[in-house]
């Protein structure tokens, strides 16, 4: 095609030869990847503000004081922390509509990416208005949890965006035996559970991202020892699923082993952070693990079934 001709085509027709028309394009390839680094990101941005009490440090939404968009110096490192944080948000939206316009070519061939790339365009900006709730709530923490927990399912959704991308599209049939994706369905209610009653035991604990917010009103100690068991039962069944793969070479068994290596760093990580006062820095790399055990679970989950044919 010619210079001029290009120049003569309709803007709509120039911006759809520019698209990927595939999913192997190295475009949706990068900003996917970026797209779930972010994710991952903010939820350890997310534990900074709340763990070094600066949950309220801009006290109004969506700007940061009622006379400003931006932390002043009035506000110091809390205000920083908390606008940091709502700054990074801004980027996060700004990945997963690139990633949307990137597949927009090629929804109809393959309307699974278009799918997940919709829902974490649309959680992200579901979670900026829960994350402004949670503000003028004064950080309630069963919305603090909800933002969390939202925030976690949003990095496995990407996660999953990540490994279909690589597989063929099309019907799917099972590529591992029934009871063994029976259990892993169990599993997957064993994370979910233990992460449930990890974001209970965190709002009751002394994280409140600010000395005014109110807690949870539930027994910290006595859930910290109710969230250990499923987190055990978690790592159990994952171990088993991790060796029956490895020995059948089963599909699933690399991702199966990576997700067990997550869990036991956890593991380690929730011992020393039970035993030695629940310091700040262990805190927010357990909820950090917290979201990429999901995203591995997701990843292994996608490797259970393949193209039919």
Known sequence: ????????????????????????????????????????????????????????GCPTWPTCT?????????????????????????LVGILALAVVVLVWRIRRERRDLFVLALVVLGGVVAQAIVGGITVLTGLNPFIVGFHYVASVALVAVAATFLARRTQAPGPRELAVPRWYAILTRLTGLALVVTIFVGVLTTGAGPHSG???????????????????????????????????????????AGWMLALLAIELVQIMVGLYQARNGLPELAVGVHMVLAALTAAAFTVASTRLRRPRG
């Open 1 to 56: 095609m010619t210079l001029g001709t290009s120049s003569a085509l309709p803007l709509s027709a120039r911006i759809r030869g520019w698209l990927p028309s595939s999913a192997d394009d190295a475009r949706i390839r990068v900003l996917a990847w970026a797209s779930f680094v972010a994710e991952v990101l903010i939820i350890g941005t997310g534990g900074a503000v709340r763990l070094t009490g600066s949950g309220l």
């Open 66 to 90: 009622a006379d400003s968009l931006v932390s002043t110096p009035e506000m110091g490192i809390h205000g920083i922390i908390e606008f940091g944080n709502r700054t990074l948000t801004g």
């Open 210 to 252: 600010d000395s005014e917010a109110g807690r949870n009103g539930f027994d910290a100690e006595l859930l910290s020892h109710l969230h250990s068991w499923p987190g055990y039962i978690l790592f159990a069944l994952t171990l088993v699923l991790a060796v029956v793969a490895w020995r059948a070479k089963l599909a699933p």
